[in-house]
């Protein structure tokens, strides 16, 4: 996904529902895709790659329902709508900072007919939003548990990257509990804790049905796992073809494959 930081012009942006500021402690990127921009806060958490490749895995039908779980910056909803022009989307966060920089980023985009942002704990997302509301729920959650690898010091960083206030378990039941039946679970995470989402996703009633592994390198092992699952189907799961992001590096530079290129309008090369 292309996203370049635009040079800051001005300090206020006019938009449809009022003025957006840009703080000192901001930067503003360009998504390279019908025009959308983000906001972003370096010193708390940036979106990666990940965010995009779910935004595309996700898949969402006229007049669905979409609920995005630990929206973040809201960029997942942001990204889907421009594909899904008739299709409306909730963003759940519950760190403050973050959803009220995601509501800024809807506004920004003048999409606030198109997406609402909730601050609200998952765990409670049935009862904030009622339960068997939506045709689609997305999540890119925190990836680490709790207790493994280095906590970052700073909470909001921790929050969205270990397990500190929701597990995989929570995630899935908040999933499930929201969905209709027939519901589609669409999710990104980390192979190494894919048996943990798998029992996640069965205890919570929903079905895996379709699994991509995303590569780095042709010859490297996978280091991001796409999942779909559908709340109350019946056992049948599809392993797709592997999606690789780079080819062969020239020095500091990764080049996209053709399908990266394809999937999101990109030329040329781009940093790692």
Same mark, same amino acid.
């Given at each position: 996904?292309?996203?370049?930081?635009?040079? $800051?012009r001005?300090?206020?942006y006019?938009?449809l529902s009022g003025?957006?500021?840009?703080e000192?402690?901001?930067?503003?990127?360009?998504?390279?895709?019908?025009?959308?921009m983000?906001? /972003?806060?370096p010193?708390?958490? #940036?979106f990666?790659?990940d965010?995009?490749?779910?935004?595309?895995?996700?898949?969402?039908?006229? +007049?669905?329902k979409?609920?995005?779980? #630990?929206?973040?910056?809201?960029?997942i909803?942001?990204?889907?709508?421009?594909?899904?022009?008739?299709?409306?989307?909730?963003g759940l966060?519950i760190?403050?900072?973050?959803?009220?920089?995601?509501a800024?980023?809807?506004?920004?985009?003048?999409l606030?007919?198109?997406?609402?942002?909730?601050?609200?704990?998952?765990?409670?997302?049935? /009862?904030?939003?009622?339960?068997a509301s939506?045709?689609?729920?997305?999540?890119?959650p925190?990836y680490? $548990?709790?207790? *493994?690898?280095i906590?970052?010091?700073? +909470?909001?960083?921790a929050i969205? @990257? !270990?397990?500190?206030l929701?597990d995989?378990?929570d995630? #899935?039941?908040?999933a *499930? @509990?929201?969905l209709?039946?027939?519901g !589609?679970?669409f999710?990104? !995470? @980390?192979p190494?804790?894919l048996?943990?989402?798998i029992?996640?996703?069965k205890?919570?009633h929903?079905e &895996?049905?379709?699994?991509?592994m995303v590569h &780095?390198?042709?010859d $490297?092992?996978?280091?991001?796992?796409?999942?779909?699952?559908?709340k109350g189907?019946n +056992?049948?799961?599809?392993?797709?073809?592997p999606?690789?992001?780079y080819? $062969? *590096?020239?020095?500091?530079?990764?080049?996209?494959?053709?399908?990266?290129?394809e999937?999101?309008?990109?030329?040329?090369k781009?940093?790692k």
């Amino acid at each position: 996904m292309c996203n370049k930081t635009l040079e $800051k012009r001005k300090e206020t942006y006019t938009t449809l529902s009022g003025e957006i500021s840009i703080e000192a402690d901001e930067r503003l990127d360009d998504l390279c895709k019908d025009g959308l921009m983000l906001i /972003q806060k370096p010193d708390i958490f #940036c979106f990666g790659m990940d965010a995009v490749l779910l935004s595309t895995f996700a898949k969402a039908g006229k +007049s669905n329902k979409v609920l995005d779980l #630990c929206t973040g910056n809201g960029v997942i909803p942001i990204l889907m709508q421009s594909k899904n022009k008739d299709t409306s989307y909730v963003g759940l966060e519950i760190q403050e900072v973050s959803a009220n920089l995601a509501a800024r980023n809807v506004s920004i985009n003048n999409l606030d007919d198109k997406i609402q942002i909730i601050k609200g704990d998952l765990k409670e997302a049935a /009862q904030i939003l009622g339960d068997a509301s939506f045709n689609v729920v997305t999540v890119n959650p925190p990836y680490k $548990k709790a207790n *493994s690898g280095i906590v970052n010091p700073d +909470s909001s960083k921790a929050i969205a @990257r !270990h397990e500190v206030l929701c597990d995989i378990d929570d995630v #899935c039941q908040a999933a *499930s @509990r929201c969905l209709k039946s027939k519901g !589609h679970l669409f999710m990104v !995470h @980390r192979p190494d804790r894919l048996i943990d989402i798998i029992m996640a996703m069965k205890k919570a009633h929903i079905e &895996p049905k379709r699994i991509r592994m995303v590569h &780095p390198y042709v010859d $490297k092992e996978a280091n991001m796992v796409l999942i779909e699952g559908i709340k109350g189907a019946n +056992s049948y799961m599809i392993v797709e073809k592997p999606l690789i992001v780079y080819e $062969k *590096s020239d020095g500091k530079n990764g080049i996209y494959t053709t399908e990266l290129l394809e999937m999101y309008g990109m030329t040329g090369k781009v940093d790692k």
